[in-house]
């Protein structure tokens, strides 16, 4: 069929159904109305179909929002907790746990911003401005105002910011719910706000409000707020200041009464006094490092009486604290005439009331109270800054972590033993365990003062911990984690592991111990003394076990093509033991640096060791070269048992299990045939090093067994001033490096009393030989010695006798030249003139006092010829 029949037989089909409307025999015209009348109606069915499907779709919307909402609101619900008085008081009461590592309580988190809660508050004015500001509905809705709900919800459609939260849904939020912007916590708010309203008085949801509210500054609850920026009770605040403290809730970190700013140097006396804040001050705190002005000031305000005890002025000198003074808030004040104007809104103040209330705002005195933390212990004082930065790490702020660590409730799971943690403190306690010089300075501190760590260093995990002895009150220093001068500690770490693992030198290698004949022009004019007898050669082995300075010295020497080559190698292992106070002017532009023998060979650093690091360093000796960050908590936990922080310590391997082990082996010596033999626990063994400053101005052990690492030090604190703000001169320690070596043992003998007698693991890749260590070759009368297999002695012995003498042995701390006289060096086995041999294999030595260690703890410039500066 063609398409112009098929077109005219439609058309036939179109007039046929237009005449059968009709019923009329109609003209064209006519049937081209009738055509439109017909072609009308499918379009007026298509409309109300659309009208059908709009509507079908918005009731399908409904019911499925109705469902969906219905579901959120039942997911939300399901886990909700019963409110009464008494969990809300629960709540309000609850304080962070810190708990020993078998699950018992250690302590709970002690500050004097702490949460102060109120049973009651007999101050109308507080109350008044609180409700004026957050919901002025307070009394007449139940729980939830509807009324408030739907202003903010038009609101927020309209782009502008309202809150619609009541005060009982606040509670629900800072108690029962959290922070989260989610719809989820916000229904569970508005359940608790419409279930609190109906068995909880409204002055005792409105107290629970004020006993919890944030107010910046790490005040939380009105009565830590008003003592800590007002020095008074609640219940004596003013109207002007009472506006000030609950206006800030709305933004504690911008409306906070008082800002903290730096001090500039022409303040005076008066300017200062009831306005300092003194702040730990550590790397990622968010504060500037003190300024020369600021740490000039600092005697100041020690001559002014305004610092009162030694660790405080020591923390701001070092920069290890920092010092602000409190200023008036401009934000806190505009937000307070907010305050006093919704109050005379509602009635709550008359007109000449908020004009004087408005002045006397701006004039509102910051009054900083004398004591505003106080520290029990030294462990918990570490706990907390482990933990903030812990948090901060997970992104939370500075205020925010300290929020959440002192209002939180938290449950924090550490690694303190309780019976290791008691026996130190115990050995603390007991005077007789340090020198007998001990004395009690103008501050009421014993002196010397002494700091101990206690690592299980197969996992890094800190046992026991104590930052200073007959410390009360107040605690601003922990001696633990401040770093001090390591004396001859630094020893194994910077040179004698270096040595070992080239596999050019072992614990047969010889130098002589007589004083010069060093291979750097930079050595050679420094030209360290011996601490030893001087009168010929020395093994590694014994020039580590007798702390000869000379010997290490020389070994150092070793490690490089170069001085400076050499320096790179001491530098870059201690690094990697997690030394961190290393100054390498290299990577810092500071004018101090450790760039030099005096600093690394030594241990006449810029800035020192912490007992600390100096714990966990010798422990990656001890886990056969591996490096693990300690670590003082394994959990960090809600309340209710939610996790928020998991511990997960870095760890790195420094060196072979063999060249560890040949350490480990030559640390034993110190102990079996050198300066360490007060160390002994038994038959327990034990491997480490004695140390010891300048003048014997600060002593050290570092040792370990099969089981822990332990250091310790005594030394009269630096930089002490007496009441007319003299100077008072160091001492030195009695004993010498003896009395830190019998500390360690009477430390460590209990705790290890009940644990099996087992030897550090022997790696496959290690071979025993007798040596002469005078010579250091084979001999069937020498000492047993660990030699990594392929790096054997080579030659056999020629002398007579190899073991020393115990009760000869020099003191490590001396000074003394040699007895042939200055650079008179007798010639060694291979024909040298009193320098160094060719080593085949060596150790290290450490050195206690080569004329490099300054004060304890006393911050030292070498010059450029190497010497430390006292």
């Known amino acids: 069929m063609s398409r112009d029949n098929n077109n005219d037989d439609k058309n036939k089909i179109r007039r046929k159904k237009v005449s059968s409307s ?45 469902a969906v909402g219905s579901a959120l609101v039942f997911s939300s619900l399901r886990d909700t907790e019963v409110i009464t008085k008494a969990l809300l008081d629960e709540k309000t009461n609850s304080k962070t746990i810190l708990k020993y590592s078998d699950g018992s309580t250690l302590a709970e988190a002690e500050t004097g911003n702490k949460k102060i809660p109120l049973k009651k508050l007999n101050n109308e004015t507080v109350k008044n401005a609180l409700v004026s500001i957050e919901d002025s509905r307070f009394y007449e809705h139940n729980g939830v105002d509807l009324k408030g709900l739907a202003r903010s919800a038009v609101k927020t459609i309209l782009g502008q910011k309202q809150g619609g939260s009541t005060i009982p849904m606040q ?76 206006g800030a809730t709305n933004n504690p970190y911008k409306y906070t009464p008082f800002n903290k700013a730096k001090l500039d140097g022409t303040e005076q006396r008066s300017d200062l006094e009831n306005k300092l804040i003194f702040i730990n001050h550590t790397e990622n705190d968010g504060y500037d490092d003190p300024t020369e002005v600021e ?30 003074k409190a200023v008036l808030n401009p934000n806190a004040v505009g937000r307070a005439k907010t305050v006093l104007s919704k109050m005379k809104e509602f009635g709550y103040i008359s007109q000449s009331e908020y004009d004087q209330a408005c002045i006397d705002v701006a004039n509102v005195q910051i009054h900083i109270p004398k004591t505003m933390q106080t520290v029990v212990s030294t462990v918990e004082d570490y706990v907390y800054y482990e933990v903030i930065n812990a948090l901060k790490d997970q992104g939370y702020t500075q205020e925010e972590a300290n929020k959440l660590y002192y209002n939180g409730g938290l449950q924090i799971q550490t690694t303190i033993d309780s019976s290791m943690q008691a026996e130190l403190e115990a050995q603390y306690n007991n005077s007789s365990n340090f020198p007998a010089n001990s004395i009690t300075d103008s501050n009421g501190i014993t002196q010397p003062q002494s700091a101990m760590v206690i690592i299980d260093y197969h996992n890094g995990q800190i046992k026991s911990l104590i930052g200073g002895r007959n410390i009360k009150g107040k605690r601003t220093l922990n001696r633990a984690t401040n770093p001090v001068q390591p004396g001859s500690t630094i020893k194994p770490l910077s040179i004698y592991t270096a040595a070992i693992d080239t596999l050019q030198m072992t614990q047969s290698t010889v130098f002589s111990d007589a004083r010069g004949g060093y291979k750097f022009k930079k050595n050679q004019t420094w030209n360290p003394s011996t601490t030893t007898a001087g009168a010929g050669n020395m093994s590694l082995r014994l020039g580590l076990a007798k702390s000869s300075n000379t010997v290490a010295v020389k070994t150092a020497e070793n490690l490089g093509d170069t001085y400076e080559d050499s320096i790179d190698v001491m530098m870059d292992y201690l690094k990697n033991f997690g030394i961190t106070t290393v100054v390498d002017s290299k990577t810092n532009s500071s004018s101090t640096t450790d760039r030099t023998f005096p600093s690394l060979a030594l241990g006449g650093m810029a800035y020192g060791i912490s ?24 959990t960090v936990s809600t309340y209710n048992g939610e996790l928020i922080v998991k511990s997960s310590p870095e760890e790195h391997r420094v060196v072979d299990e063999e060249v560890a082990y040949v350490m480990t ?40 067994t099969p089981y822990y690492v332990c250091s310790t030090y005594i030394g009269d604190d630096v930089g002490r001033k007496d009441a ?34 087992i030897d550090f693991e022997k790696p496959s890749g290690i071979t025993f030989y007798k040596i002469n260590l005078n ?57 040298g003139n009193g320098g160094t041999t060719t080593p085949d294999n060596g150790g290290n030595t450490t050195p206690d006092n080569g004329g490099t260690t300054p004060d304890n703890g006393g911050t030292t410039t070498p010059d450029n010829g190497g010497n430390a500066t006292e």
């Open 775 to 831: 010579d250091g070759g084979i001999s069937n009368s020498g000492s047993n010695a660990a030699f990594v297999n392929g790096t054997s002695p080579t030659r056999t012995s020629t002398h007579r006798s190899t073991v020393p003498n115990n009760n000869a042995t020099t003191d490590e701390d001396t000074n003394d030249s040699p007895s042939a006289g200055d650079g008179g060096n007798p010639p060694d086995n291979n024909g």
């Open 295 to 324: 740490l000039n000031m600092v005697d100041k305000l020690y001559s002014w009486g305004l610092i009162t005890d030694y660790d405080t002025y020591s923390q701001l000198k070092q920069g290890t604290m920092i010092v602000r």
């Open 611 to 634: 007992p600390l690091e100096m714990s966990a360093a010798y422990g990656a000796l001890a886990n056969g070269g591996v490096y693990i960050e300690p670590t003082v908590f394994t």
């Open 665 to 704: 082996d030559m640390l034993k010596a110190v102990v079996k045939e050198g300066t360490g033999t007060e160390a002994s626990i038994g038959e327990m063994p034990v491997a480490g090093k004695t140390g010891t400053t300048n003048k014997k101005y600060a002593v050290w052990f570092v040792g370990y």
């Open 724 to 757: 007319d703000g003299n100077s008072i001169a160091l001492r030195p320690v009695e004993e010498s490096s003896s009395a830190a070596a019998k500390l360690w043992a009477s430390v460590m003998k209990p705790i290890h009393e009940n644990l099996e007698v």
């Open 171 to 246: 509670v629900s939020k800072l108690l029962l719910t959290s922070q989260d912007k989610t719809m989820s916590r916000k229904i569970k708010d508005i359940y608790y706000a419409y279930e609190m309203s109906k068995v909880v008085d409204k002055d005792d949801v409105l107290l629970t409000y004020l006993n919890n509210m944030y107010v910046g500054n790490s005040f939380y609850g009105i009565e830590a707020a008003a003592q800590g920026c007002f020095n008074k009770s609640a219940e004596k605040l003013t109207l002007p200041e009472a506006a000030m403290l609950v």
């Open 22 to 66: 009709s019923n009329n025999d109609v003209n064209n015209s006519a049937s081209k109305n009738n055509y439109k009348k017909v072609s009308s109606k499918p379009k007026k069915q298509r409309k109300r179909s659309k009208f059908k499907i709009f509507g079908m779709v918005i009731l399908f919307m409904l019911v499925t929002g109705v």
